[in-house]
């Protein structure tokens, strides 16, 4: 398998194991990478560092300091997959499957809404959209140019 490959496989794969660690998909997500690592012979210390994923993306969330954790948990765990594939070229399949499973699972989990005011003043017009809006308007008269002539 080539560098290039191996690299964005990896990523992806500590992308979504990362992203799946905030939802209600990270028992199965976290399983389903664990076998990953289980048949690559390395299971007896990966497997208890992806329970501490969601305890440090906790912490994190508390002291505002998430983003930096989970670039620093992604990059941490795409260097351990690029381990595992370059060594193993075969867990490919299993790195695959464990991200199609994170995608489809957090897919099919429900999302909150977004909830949040906008305010435009525009001397044109302004079109917003979404769904399930309410709009009010407020028109302000423009003040007459008294310079124009």
Do not use: C, K
């Amino acid at each position: 398998m080539e560098a290039d490959l191996i690299a964005a496989l990896a990523t992806s794969g500590a992308t979504a194991l990362v992203a799946a660690a905030a939802t209600d998909t990270w028992q199965s997500t976290r399983d389903a990478f664990a076998r990953v690592f289980q048949r690559a012979g390395r299971d007896d210390v990966v497997t208890g560092e992806l329970d501490h994923v969601v305890a440090r993306l906790e912490h994190a969330d508390a002291t505002n300091g998430q983003h930096a954790t989970l670039d620093e948990l992604t990059t941490l765990w795409a260097a351990r997959l690029r381990e595992v594939l370059q060594e193993y070229p075969e867990a490919s399949v299993d790195i695959r499957a464990a991200i199609d499973l994170a995608q489809r699972a957090a897919a099919a989990t429900p999302r909150e809404g977004a909830l949040g005011d906008l305010s435009v003043r525009s001397a044109r017009d302004v079109y917003v959209s979404g769904r399930d809006q309410t709009i009010t308007h407020h028109h302000s008269p423009v003040a007459p140019d008294h310079h124009a002539g």
